[in-house]
């Protein structure tokens, strides 16, 4: 391999990338090189950290709510959440153009942060918008994860509103299971009042009179 275009073919597309663009045209083969493997370098690391966000927030909603496990688990997915967004805009960056993430990206995190805010400083209703913002986020990422390998195992030729069929179905798939999952979970825990850092329900504190 001497760096030239013609080396990176299915590594290209794979990326974003093309000859026949203005950036990659004007670069030399080194330069073209040199951009594939920065590109791909972004590109392993922010499926690295998808994953690893994935696999996290899975933990962090199977843990206890309110144990010590829920709060580190809580913490790291949060950090881990800003970096894979990071990473997206990175990756965005180095193709030279927007993609879908990149419209993802903004929302995916603000929902993570709203979800993380909510649980530090807990005012009032905090525990709903925590469970609603912090699965969002969870959901955004899902869908990210989903127009990744979708688009490889299925197309089709339907076209709604200007877009695919799969496009929506990869689209809302996710938003629509999350939003289930959410009403349920918001629903299991309307029932609990908070007083400072233990949880009372209601039929506890009627019993003790409060």
């Known amino acids: 391999m001497d760096g030239s275009i013609s080396d990176f073919p299915p590594l290209v597309r794979s990326l974003g990338l093309s000859s026949d663009t203005t950036v990659i045209s004007e670069l030399r083969p080194t330069d073209f090189g040199n951009k594939v493997r920065r590109s791909l370098a ?19 909603m199977r843990a206890v709510k309110f144990s010590s496990s829920h709060s580190r688990f809580g913490e790291i997915y949060h950090w881990l959440m800003l970096a894979t967004c990071l990473s997206a805009l990175a990756l965005s960056y180095s193709r030279g153009r927007a993609t879908i993430f990149t419209y993802l990206t903004p929302p995916s995190y603000a929902f993570a942060l709203v979800g993380y805010l909510m649980a530090k400083f807990r005012p009032v209703h905090w525990l709903q918008w925590h469970i609603i913002a912090q699965a969002s ?29 799969d496009f929506w179905v990869t689209l809302l798939t996710p938003g629509i299971a999350g939003s289930l999952f959410i009403g349920n979970t918001v629903k299991k825990w309307s029932g609990v009042r908070l007083h400072k850092r233990r949880i009372q329900t209601f039929s506890e504190s009627s019993s003790t009179g409060e």
């Open 42 to 60: 972004i590109l392993l690391t922010h499926a690295f950290l998808a994953v690893t966000t994935i696999a996290i927030g899975l933990l962090a």
């Open 137 to 165: 986020s969870y959901i955004a990422l899902i869908t990210g994860v989903f127009f990744q390998l979708v688009p490889r195992i299925w197309r089709s030729d339907i076209m709604f509103l200007g877009f695919s069929l």
